[in-house]
């Protein structure tokens, strides 16, 4: 169901963004239902001129700070394509009055639905405090593509603020007829657990991960991919599989490592997943 907006909400802190996808004479449409600032409704564009629309989700606030909320809910009925990304990353700012900042995605898809979700990285600054949520609810009939990317902060600022958070929660979950089959959780709420982030990503500065499921996942397709990795500039991969899921876990030490490594990925599951070639997508 659609998030309704609390009367109570302070303008400004909570942006929520509520849309249904149908379709209408042979394409897929997305209709906002509710939504509140900052999170503006720019429609959408059809990048690849076909059934598919491209929705770029656009929070104009710029950031989060000191308890910011964002709420993206989607709806995807039966036989709707849709691709879902970000204008920019998810930069969350410092919280000296010790309020969490929170960013959810909940995306409910329908039977014979596709659902591409391919934000932009998620960046917590020094003395930030972070929770992410991200729920992506399938039939056995749906197909997804979707990303996921941390940075360990803004690494290349000044003598760099790198794991100076105090602390980030973050879950990706990912449902098929409402049976959990993907729960990839990070925790690191005090300074220990922060440091063991940085021990654990073995002095890489970025990870992104992969999920990927359709029916008829064509067989050994993660080799293939595991295959190609070795080619991943500056990158150390992991692929696995169980049935007709796929997740590919990344490390990288710069930005554009991680963003080409992830699109390589998108690359090769696309055809048998959105029956198309991938194509870079356009945000201006």
């Not at 303008?11 to 379709?23: D, E, Q």
């Not at 876990?249 to 690359?267: D, G, I, N, Q």
Request: with cysteine.
């Amino acid at each position: 169901m659609p998030v309704t907006p609390d009367p109570n909400w302070i303008v400004g802190k909570y942006a929520l963004m509520n849309v249904r996808a149908s379709i209408s004479e042979g394409s897929t449409i997305i209709e906002p239902t509710k939504w509140r600032i900052p999170f503006q409704w720019q429609g959408y564009h059809y990048q690849n001129h076909d059934d598919q629309p491209f929705m770029l989700l656009l929070n104009s606030s710029g950031g989060f700070v000191e308890g910011d909320v964002s709420h993206f809910h989607a709806t995807l009925e039966p036989g709707t394509r849709c691709l879902f990304t970000t204008t920019a990353s998810s930069k969350f700012y410092k919280c000296p009055e010790g309020n969490t900042s929170r960013e959810i995605v909940d995306i409910i898809a329908d039977e014979g639905s596709l659902v591409e979700l391919l934000p932009d990285e998620a960046i917590p600054f020094a003395n930030s405090r972070v929770h992410r949520i991200n729920r992506i609810g399938l039939k056995k009939s749906s197909r997804l593509f979707a990303t996921d990317m941390i940075s360990a902060g803004r690494i290349h600022y000044g003598d760099g603020e790198i794991f100076d958070f105090y602390n980030l929660v973050s879950e990706f979950e990912i449902s098929i007829e409402g049976k959990i089959i993907a729960l990839d959780r990070i925790v690191a709420i005090n300074p220990d657990e922060v440091a063991a982030m940085s021990r654990l990503w073995e002095g890489y500065l970025h990870m992104a991960t992969a999920f990927a499921y359709a029916p008829n996942l064509p067989a050994k397709i993660e080799d293939e991919i595991y295959d190609y990795s070795k080619e991943f500039s500056g990158c150390k991969t992991g692929v696995s599989r169980i049935g007709n899921f796929l997740t590919v876990r990344l490390l990288a030490r710069e930005t554009w490592e991680a963003h080409e490594a992830l699109y390589k990925v998108w690359s090769i599951l696309r055809p048998s997943i959105a029956d198309k070639q991938a194509q870079p997508i356009q945000k201006c």
